[in-house]
């Protein structure tokens, strides 16, 4: 198993910037490939970002590109998303996901994603 905790959430102007945090621990096979989800009211939940662990290869959704940054410290087990000029679009509750291998060209679905943080709420107004 794989746990994950994230933190770093909050609410932020348009136009701000954030940075969430997921600090990961348990078998380090299962998390091969680290992404950002989110999930607004009423709405599915979309990938954001994912980086393959390994590599440091990156792929973003198309509404962030350029915005948002997904990185990682692998002396901490800890992967980030920095978010700049955030907009209100970006409001939702930001989940932490881990896989045991990316997808190329892609973030892939949540089902793609097999273990799970509880979740950070980001708020812009």
């Known amino acids: 198993h794989v746990q994950l905790v994230e933190s770093g959430g909050g609410s932020v102007q348009a136009g701000g910037s954030l940075r969430l945090s997921c600090a990961a621990s348990g078998y380090t096979y299962n998390r091969n490939c680290m992404a950002w989800f989110r999930q607004a009211p009423g709405k599915e939940r979309e990938g954001v970002a994912r980086?393959?662990?390994?590599?440091?290869?990156?792929y973003y959704a198309d509404s962030v590109k350029g915005r948002f940054t997904i990185s990682q410290d692998n002396a901490k087990n800890t992967v980030y998303l920095q978010m700049n000029s955030v907009k209100p679009e970006d409001t939702a509750l930001y989940y932490c996901?881990?896989?045991?291998?990316?997808?190329?060209?892609?973030?892939?679905?949540?089902?793609?994603?097999?273990?799970w943080g509880q979740g950070t709420q980001v708020t812009v107004s």
């Open positions: 980086i393959a662990t390994g590599s440091g290869n990156t």
């Open positions: 996901a881990a896989s045991g291998r990316c997808t190329l060209g892609r973030i892939g679905s949540a089902d793609d994603y097999t273990g």
